[in-house]
Nanobody
Framework: QVQLVESGGGLVQPGGSLRLSCAASGSIFSIKSMGWYRQAPGKQRELVAAISSDGSTNYADSVKGRFTISRDNAENTENLQMNSLKPEDTPVYYC????????????????WGQGTQVTVSS
């Protein structure tokens, strides 16, 4: 069964750091784009950062210079290093990946993790 599993959320004081990780498991041929999204209660899910298979990255303006996304193609994992955290960085974070499955037809689909809570508070 293919799934994305996140880890690393928690409580941190303003100005602190957290590192989120996401691991894809199951029968996967390859992974195209991977990303992190976040969603506050009553708000739409928003893109935080994304990284393509060639390593090019894209960040939301609100996190540029503070967050860094990375991936390990051999391990099918991605990470989000979050520094200088602010209270507005608080919501639930979801990892996301565009997966390619093995077979004569390279079926593709987008998967989401279950979400991990990040709370930035003093």
């Amino acid at each position: 069964q293919v799934q994305l599993v996140e880890s690393g959320g928690g409580l941190v004081q303003p100005g602190g750091s957290l590192r989120l990780s996401c691991a894809a498991s199951g029968s996967i041929f390859s992974i195209k784009s991977m990303g992190w999204y976040r969603q506050a209660p009553g708000k739409q899910r928003e893109l935080v950062a994304a990284i393509s298979s060639d390593g090019s990255t894209n960040y939301a303006d609100s996190v540029k210079g503070r967050f860094t996304i990375s991936r390990d193609n051999a391990e099918n994992t991605e990470n989000l290093q979050m520094n200088s955290l602010k209270p507005e960085d608080t919501p639930v974070y979801y990892c996301n990946a565009d997966l390619v499955f093995p077979g004569p037809i390279r079926y593709e689909d987008t998967y989401w993790g279950q979400g991990t809570q990040v709370t930035v508070s003093s």
